[in-house]
């Protein structure tokens, strides 16, 4: 079965840290490009970072810029966020999504044709 599992969420106070991990099971990351979404309540979908296949391309939207890193292990099979100077409008439910190659912040979801579950990031004192 071909699937992402996310990982990693929690609550944690603001200023704080977390990382995610996107694992993919049955089928081989090396060829695809990862994207981190999030989903608030209430408010649409909306693309965070995404990471091509070989890594070498890397794009955030501009309110995570400085604060958040993805990185890959295709060793692993896994995508990573890393997640620093938490804020509570940071709180959402986060997913994993593939596409093939290479991907950008605004891609249509429609171009990603597998996702995780989600994981829940609360972000609260």
């Known amino acids: 079965q071909l699937q992402l599992v996310e990982s990693g969420g929690g609550l944690v106070q603001p200023g704080g840290s977390l990382r995610l991990s996107c694992a993919a099971s049955?089928?081989?990351?090396?060829?695809?490009?990862i994207a981190w979404f999030r989903q608030a309540p209430g408010k649409e979908r909306e693309g965070v970072s995404c990471?091509?296949?070989?890594?070498?391309?890397?794009n955030y939207v501009d309110f995570v810029l400085g604060r958040f890193t993805i990185s890959r292990d295709n060793a692993k099979n896994t995508v990573y966020l890393q997640m620093n100077r938490l804020k509570p409008e940071d709180t959402a439910v986060y997913y994993c999504?593939?596409?093939?190659?290479?991907?950008?912040?605004?891609?249509?979801?429609?171009?990603?044709?597998?996702w995780g579950q989600g994981t829940q990031v609360t972000v609260s004192s």
């Open positions: 999504a593939r596409t093939r190659d290479v991907c950008g912040i605004g891609m249509p979801l429609r171009e990603f044709d597998i």
């Open positions: 049955g089928f081989t990351l090396d060829d695809y490009a």
């Open positions: 990471i091509s296949s070989r890594g070498n391309s890397i």
